[in-house]
């Protein structure tokens, strides 16, 4: 799963992947995986139970990554849309190392446009799928799904419960749910 890159480190309620406390990305897998949206969350100290995501990630076999490594803030807060990308990650070379890879799950629109010019960048054409599904390429002679998926940000317009029915129906494609 690629996002674009975290929040400004003020907005971090935890040093990991999705680290925004308004972000709802822990609160869609609680949701998907557990039927509750609190599984994840540490509501008394406003953050998210790293004990449980990072064995429930190595459990379930999903990697998460950003699609940047170096990026502009444009403005001091967390919107993909003030988000200049000064190096992108090199995501073949990722995918490459990940022998086991099924699909690139991309959670919001700029890390779809960045993934989609770093990997048109490797030779592969490809376009995004609508929000909510996929499309397969190939990379090194396998055949990868590419999910775009709805953002998990609050700002995105879209119930929770419609972001949670897309992640769940993805996960259960992917045979994970």
């Known amino acids: 799963m690629l996002g674009s890159f975290p929040p400004p480190r003020t907005r971090w309620s935890l040093d990991f992947f999705y680290p925004n406390y308004i972000n709802d990305m ?10 509750d949206r609190l599984h994840f969350v540490d509501e008394a100290h406003r953050t998210f139970r790293l004990d449980l995501i990072v064995p429930f990630l190595e459990e379930k076999g999903i990697a998460l990554y950003d699609t940047a490594t170096a990026v502009r803030r444009l403005r001091d807060n967390a919107s993909d849309k003030f988000l200049e990308i000064l190096q992108p990650t090199d995501i073949a070379a990722l995918a490459n190392n990940l022998p086991l890879l099924k699909a690139v ?16 960048l490797q030779g592969e054409a490809i376009t995004a799928p609508h929000i909510g599904s996929s499309t397969a390429f190939n990379l090194f002679g396998r055949t990868i799904r590419f999910y775009r998926m709805p953002s998990t940000s609050r700002a995105y317009p879209l119930s929770f419960e419609k972001k949670s029915a897309r992640y769940a129906q993805m996960f259960h494609e992917l045979g994970i749910l």
């Open 105 to 120: 799950v991309t959670t919001g629109q700029k890390a779809t446009d960045t993934f989609l010019k770093t990997i048109n």
């Open 26 to 35: 822990w609160r869609v897998m609680g949701y998907v995986f557990y039927h």
